[in-house]
């Protein structure tokens, strides 16, 4: 369309215009995603602060004991000291002027700021998720493409009633089932937190245990780590297994059915050249929408998971901070989860738009 | 040619094919029964679900097959009683779910605009927060009960409704059977209603089963989070928490924790099966033969 427009002006001003307006698709589109991005992430401080200040618990009873609750000058000093006091919408632009500067409030539950707490925390819940969600897609896109490859056999129906149970799992009782089991009877998996106390933990670098071991080279924690990550990982990353072995299949047999599909095997391609060249290549970039989706599952999973597992996490921090109204703490975990969801199906949704052009023109 | 002759065979039409699917029939056994067990809870329990009157933490056994747990209650009296305290306020919610937003869904395709806008927009921003973590905050805001964490979960379960059935409203809303009844003078509601509905309840519907397995997943997971049902309760979310406290003795978390298991498998299977049945791009690769 833009071509169009310019072909109407003047030559000589033609070609510029073509440039800037019509020969970069792929920027123009990252623009609009990044600018919804911005927008949305707005939108989270938004909803964030209005669902902890527009609600009935009031967190002057949750962090007040009984006698304080009883002296007026107790509970207005501890208002004015966490800017209660003052109308809805200062408190917003307050709050928002301070986030702008890395500033989240000090958490009324641990007296430190909430930032120093989210970045203590999020590192161990990144390193769970992020281990959950590459086993999910290398076993969940294989069962897919195995369940599609055979369908209606056997492995089809087994890996369906599979899938079909590891979506109906509820994540907290697994949880406490695999440390029951594992740990606690065949005492073949390490137990709770994230490295063996006796060896210690690696310097923090990254965060990262399973890194920061590799970096100062410390192979005992390492292992150790690993060990302990195992566990926590598969009973979060079952679900999303069971959600990307069906996606998968449905992609998968979506394009087997295709005609470029059916003149490649018409031109007589071996199998394996035709699912990998030919199908998995169009078949897996809807599925890394669905991942991407996914990570917000593991996200939520691991509210449920890290209690059981004593993992000190974003997940820990959510729970307690959420139980006892401790509003900063509640407002910088929504935030930040809500942040890092984002971010994560922004650079699936760009990855999209780079493999797939025809999504840059919607 | 008012309607599409496509428009008519919907959900139903297709039904019998799917019942011929053994996870189905499985299923809707399995989810009958639970619905059975809620109904008739009092006549099935042995013993009263509240009272601390057997021994604690006795073992699975005659006398309590199941257990009891640390106040010495019945687990298995507790664990049916529980099919009353879940399965209706799930199904419950995931009604509201569907009215809600199903019918902002409606408005935003059918009427476009300001509509669509507006409410995709905040649908895009619940859809911007993980479930539970949202769920959890609205939960803990609104303070720990069962009615809230329903709440809760209506808020973060009712998008899904609106962008599938805005996305089935788009599909069908310029096609001639809509644009003939417009002409003919239906008002938009009527239009909504006789020709825009049939056309989107199958999906919607599909949608709704395998929903019941989620919403209960949220449901029971505020419980066990301890934003949910209230401790004496027979919750089954709450009863796997309690179990936590007592890890040694694994019946008192393994049963609710199975019935839980038991119910979303049992509405996963039906859906998973209506979703078969219906997705026409699925039903159109079963006519291609695999590799």
Known sequence: ?362 | MKRDPLARKGLLGRLPEAWRQPLAVVGGVVAVAWLVVALAAPLLAPHDPLAQELPRLAPPGPGHWFGTDQLGRDILSRVLYGARVSIPLTLLLVVLSVLIGGLLGACAGYFGRWADETIMRVADLVFAFPTVILAMVVAAALGASLVNAVLAVLVVAWPAYARVTRGLVLGVREREFVLSGRLLGFSAWRSLRVDVLPNVTGPVLVLATLDIGTALLLLSGLSFLGLGAKPPSPEWGAMVAGGVEVFDSWWVATFPGLAILTVVLAFNFLGDTLRDALDPRTARAIKERAL
Do not use: C
């Open chain 1, 1 to 362: 369309m833009s071509a169009m427009t310019s072909a109407k002006e003047t030559a000589d001003a033609a070609p510029r215009v073509r440039r800037r307006r019509g020969a970069h698709p792929l920027a123009r589109f990252l623009f609009r995603r990044i600018l919804t991005a911005v927008l949305l992430a707005w939108g989270i401080t938004l909803v964030t602060f209005v669902l902890t200040n527009l609600v009935p618990g009031d967190p002057v009873t949750a962090n007040l004991g009984q006698r304080a609750l009883g002296d007026p000058a107790i509970v207005a000093q501890w208002r004015a000291e966490h800017g209660l006091d003052k109308p809805l919408w200062e408190q917003y632009a307050l709050h928002l002027g301070g986030l702008v500067q890395g500033d989240f409030g000090v958490s009324q539950q641990s007296h430190r700021p909430v930032a120093e707490d989210l970045a203590q925390f999020v590192p161990a819940t990144l390193e769970l998720a992020g281990a959950a969600i590459a086993v999910s897609l290398v076993l969940g896109v294989a069962f897919g493409v195995v369940a599609a490859l055979r369908r209606d056999r056997l492995p089809d129906h087994v890996l369906r009633v599979l899938s079909l149970i590891g979506i109906s799992v509820p994540t907290f009782w697994l949880a406490l089932v695999a440390f029951y089991v594992f740990f606690y009877r065949l005492q073949i998996t390490p137990g709770s937190g994230r490295v063996d106390p006796a060896i210690g933990e690696a310097p923090a670098v990254t965060g990262l245990q399973t890194v920061d071991a590799l970096i100062a080279g410390r192979w005992d924690v390492f292992v150790s780590a690993v060990g302990h990550l195992i566990t926590p990982a598969l009973v979060l990353a079952l679900y999303t297994i069971g959600l990307l072995t069906r996606f998968t299949r449905s992609a998968v047999l979506e394009v087997l059915g295709q005609d470029y599909v059916r003149a490649a095997r018409a031109k007589g391609l071996p199998g394996r050249v035709i699912l990998f060249r030919y199908v998995l290549r169009s078949a897996l970039v809807p599925v890394i929408t669905v991942a991407g989706l996914a990570f917000g599952s593991l996200l939520s999973g691991t509210v449920l998971v890290e209690a059981i597992f004593a993992w000190p996490g974003i997940g820990q921090y959510a729970y307690k901070s959420a139980t006892t109204l401790d509003l900063p703490a509640v407002m910088g975990v929504g935030l930040v989860v809500g942040v890092v969801y984002l971010v994560i199906n922004l650079i699936v949704d760009v990855l999209y738009g780079v493999i797939d052009p025809r999504v840059r023109l919607q």
